[in-house]
């Protein structure tokens, strides 16, 4: 029963199909790893089937759609400064600017992702010692007088007893003014006039007097007083002061007449007088330990005829000391002598 085999075929495969060339080799494909002639034909497949089915969604889409989207690509564009008819997909232009109204997020982050800038805190050094020390052997040791001033030149005016020093706070030299003429009188008060080109000079015997300083002469004496002149202080062209005897007296520098108004507002001598800086109030410290306060010109008052405005009794000496604030024009410091508290 052993089946016949040809002689040819006996246990072998054909010469031409198991036999394979000396010279030449067959590459045998992966089956995990598709080959590129397979991938080509997918994508291509891949492509013509969503062309396909883009054409057919397009022709579906209703002439309200396609004008809804025009339209809402228009108002995109339109609020990203874009052209739709540009075909640069990247290109640089200037930046769309906000319009007023209008609160977009990039807006807020902006504003909130703002850097703060640090202040650094500045110590104010406050100095321990004197940067210069001038000799004053003549000053007199009298509370209630004013005896030294500032120009806004940069000058000091110093009364020592019966002679006036002029010092020159930039270059340092000093220049004596003038001497009182009578022996045993003194000078009481100094006060600038705004610009620095003048200055009033108050004397024991009863007498103000202006100088000019650029020419070294005087040029008025005002003899209205009936004691020493203690305190004087200028409002532009109008010069105050105020005597032992408590009486306060305005003069126009101006005129021959020179005598506008007088108050005695104090039982006392008065040693302190400050107007404002923008010439509406005047304040007035006393030896009898108030402190009144004046309408000015400026502000449409008619000198004292009407009193004081305010009476301030609240301190318990001399007060001496008044400061205007510059930045508020109605604050005022003050202050008193040693029993002073206040």
Known sequence: NRRLQSPGRKGSHSPGRGSRSPGRTVATPDRFIPSRMDRDAINVSHAKIVADLTDRSEENVSPNTKASREQMAANLAAAQGVKLDRKIILHYEDKPT???????????????????????????????????????????????????????????????????YL???????????????????????????????????????????????????????????????????????????????????????????????????????????????????????????TLLLFPGYNSGGAGFGSGPLHTITEHTAAVKALAWCPFQSHCLASGGGTSDKH
Not at 105 to 113: D, F, M, R, T
Not at 135 to 140: F, G, K, S, T, V
Not at 196 to 206: H, N
């Open 98 to 164: 906000s319009k007023q109204g209008t609160c977009s997020a990039q807006l807020l982050y902006q504003s909130s992702a703002t850097t703060k800038v640090k202040k650094t805190h500045v110590e104010r050094h406050i100095p321990t010692s004197a940067e210069r020390v001038l000799d004053a052997p003549d000053l007199m040791d009298d509370y209630y007088l004013n005896l030294i001033d500032w120009s806004v030149n940069n000058h000091l005016a110093i009364a020592l007893s019966g002679v006036l």
């Open 167 to 289: 010092w020159n706070a930039s270059s340092g030299d000093i220049q004596q003014l003038f001497e009182m003429e009578h022996e045993g009188s003194f000078i009481s008060s100094v006060s600038w006039i705004p610009d620095g080109k003048y200055l009033a000079v108050g004397t024991s015997d009863q007498e103000v007097q202006l100088w000019d300083v650029a020419a070294s002469k005087c040029l008025r004496r005002l003899r209205t007083h009936s004691n020493r002149v203690g305190s004087l202080a200028w409002n532009k062209h109008i010069l105050t002061s105020g005597d032992r005897c408590g009486e306060i007296q305005h003069h126009d520098v101006r005129v021959p007449d020179h005598m506008m108004s007088s108050y005695k507002g104090h039982s006392q001598e008065v040693c302190g007088l400050k107007w404002s800086p923008s010439g509406n109030m005047l304040a007035s410290g006393g030896n009898d330990n």
